[in-house]
């Protein structure tokens, strides 16, 4: 079985459905479906439970990802380190984040006049399974988290933001615990911020309607300037929204910063790294200036 064949596999698995890994992978259904069936009769076992529509690793496939995982990990880690060595190494630095709020976009551009050769690929987080070709992940939490590939960059505290326009604007604090009646916007469940924001009202006494859940950042904006609704959120730079300190509860969240301990650590990921915990360091509490 060649490399070509376990990176196959390794889609497959990722994407549990032929038809989506046949688009990832630029081949029809049925070419992809009668790879499945070859991989299957070299290994001599079955590898994956064939459902409508889906299709889902065994315990043998399971075993099988185990391998496949490590031998193109190793794999594509020579070679990294090989054309780094060559000075033919990518200048992308990879990051998935969830929630990481106004601190990256700042964090990028401060690094990038320190290194103007460095280029940014930005995706979603999957909370289930670092990509392979993620360096980095943010993501936030409101408990310390044990993983020694984590280190917390910061704690922020929680503001309600609401329209400039909302009764609540001119108030100097507020209480959560009265504001059971207020419609507040979420974040999806992909983003760190709906789990934060549910668990401290909650603490307040109540669980709100979970009927407003919105996907993209920039909509929860314009629904927040419009007056549709409240939400909690680390501090923004919007001058159509007001942020009001919660009085009643201690609002706060952790900014994390884990490496990928599977994907070869080039010199510029070193340096990103260093420069990701300095930057924290030099900030009043944590936080970017406004």
């Known amino acids: 079985?060649?490399?070509q064949t376990l990176r196959t596999f390794y889609t497959i698995a990722r994407c549990g459905k032929l038809t989506a890994a046949a688009q990832?992978?630029?081949?029809?259904?049925?070419?992809?479906?009668?790879?499945?069936?070859?991989?299957?009769?070299?290994?001599?076992?079955?590898?994956?439970?064939?459902?409508?529509?889906?299709i889902a690793l065994n315990q043998n496939g399971k075993k099988f990802l185990q391998m496949a995982e490590g031998v193109l990990g190793q794999y594509d880690n020579c070679l990294r380190e090989i054309k780094e060595d060559n000075e033919t190494f990518s200048r992308t630095l990879t990051i998935a984040l969830s929630a990481a709020g106004s601190?990256?976009?700042?964090?990028?551009?401060?690094?990038?006049?320190q290194h103007p050769e460095a280029w940014f690929s930005l995706k979603g987080y999957d909370h289930v399974k670092m990509e392979p070709d993620v360096q980095f992940c943010f993501f936030c939490?409101?408990?310390?988290?044990?993983?020694?590939?984590?280190?917390?960059?910061?704690?922020?505290p929680l503001y309600l933001t609401a329209s400039s326009a909302s009764s609540l604007a001119g108030r100097a604090s507020v209480a959560l615990s009265e504001l059971s009646?207020?419609?507040?916007?979420?974040?999806?469940?992909?983003?760190?911020?709906?789990?934060?924001?549910?668990?401290y009202c909650r603490m307040a006494g109540f669980t709100p309607e979970m009927d407003n859940v919105i996907e993209r950042q920039n909509i929860l904006m314009m629904l927040l300037e419009l007056g549709e609704g409240v939400s909690l959120l680390p501090k923004i730079n919007n001058a159509n929204l007001v942020q009001i300190p919660i009085q009643d509860i201690s609002c706060t969240r952790l900014i994390y910063m884990k490496r990928n301990p599977q994907i070869y650590e080039t010199q510029l990921a070193k340096q990103f790294e260093t420069f990701c915990r300095q930057f924290f360091e030099m900030l009043p509490d944590g936080m970017p200036e406004s």
């Open 103 to 113: 601190s990256l976009p700042l964090l990028i551009h401060e690094f990038k006049k």
């Open 141 to 156: 939490s409101i408990f310390p988290i044990k993983d020694p590939e984590a280190f917390c960059l910061a704690r922020e």
């Open 181 to 199: 009646s207020r419609n507040f916007l979420f974040a999806d469940a992909h983003n760190d911020m709906q789990e934060i924001q549910m668990y």
């Open 24 to 54: 990832q992978l630029n081949l029809t259904q049925s070419a992809l479906s009668r790879m499945v069936r070859q991989m299957e009769e070299e290994v001599g076992v079955p590898l994956f439970d064939h459902r409508r529509n889906r």
């Open 1 to 3: 079985m060649n490399f």
